[in-house]
T-cell receptor, first 113, second 117 residues
Framework: AQTVTQSQPEMSVQEAETVTLSCTYD???????LFWYKQPPSRQMILVIR??????QNATENRFSVNFQKAAKSFSLKISDSQLGDAAMYFC??????????FGTGTSLTVIP | DTAVSQTPKYLVTQMGNDKSIKCEQN?????MYWYKQDSKKFLKIMFS???????INETVPNRFSPKSPDKAHLNLHINSLELGDSAVYFC????????????????FGPGTRLTVL
């Protein structure tokens, strides 16, 4: 069974500081895709960043970057220069070929002004 | 331009009623999904349709019935509503079930908050 674990139900960060959200997953596959989604209070699910498992280089999108450790099955999200608008629930997701996603339980991020 | 839309956004109803939630996507995607997000924010897949064909049918009470009149629409009908059905229901779409590309990320609708009294 594919599982995605986010061990931090809640995190907080000072505005302008850096925070890292952790995610681990369990799979026996070698070819898969990983995603981080953000869900602000508006409820809208927004894709933040994605990573293909066959790529060794960590994905980066502006202030968001990942630390992908394939052997450890770890996919953490780093948010640099945190802004108030980053406050949201963050979901890690795993996808095999095809389109079935497996989501983690989420991490609620608070940004302190 | 709304990519994935759901109606209604809020739905309050009595136990035992039958209700429907509608979903439409204008992205030209082939695959659509329904998720349930409970009070603890846990997202659980319920159904997935690819080109109007059911491809994922998780363990969901048969009071829940999806209907896909065409590949741009996936509606969710719920019979005999129960208190435990209260949740936020998300519709999502992605390009193509069979594709192996990571560009097949899912695009989500705004969610429908269902409250059963």
């Amino acid at each position: 069974a594919q599982t995605v674990t986010q061990s931090q139900p809640e995190m907080s960060v000072q505005e302008a500081e850096t925070v890292t959200l952790s995610c681990t997953y369990d799979t026996s596959e070698s070819d898969y895709y990983l995603f981080w989604y953000k869900q602000p209070p508006s409820r809208q699910m927004i894709l933040v960043i994605r990573q293909e498992a066959y790529k060794q280089q960590n994905a980066t999108e502006n202030r968001f970057s990942v630390n992908f450790q394939k052997a450890a099955k770890s996919f953490s999200l780093k948010i640099s220069d945190s802004q108030l608008g980053d406050a949201a629930m963050y979901f890690c997701a795993y996808k095999l070929r095809g389109n079935q996603f497996y989501f983690g339980t989420g991490t609620s991020l608070t940004v302190i002004p | 331009d709304t990519a994935v839309s759901q109606t209604p956004k809020y739905l309050v109803t009595q136990m035992g009623n039958d209700k429907s939630i509608k979903c439409e996507q204008n992205l030209g995607h082939d695959t659509m999904y329904w998720y349930k997000q409970d009070s603890k924010k846990f997202l659980k897949i319920m159904f997935s349709y690819n080109n109007k064909e059911l491809i994922i049918n998780e363990t969901v009470p048969n009071r829940f019935s999806p209907k896909s009149p065409d590949k741009a629409h996936l509606n969710l009908h719920i019979n005999s509503l129960e208190l435990g059905d209260s949740a936020v229901y998300f519709c999502a779409s992605s390009q193509d079930w069979a594709s192996e590309s990571s560009y097949n990320e899912q695009f989500f609708g705004p969610g429908t908050r269902l409250t059963v009294l």
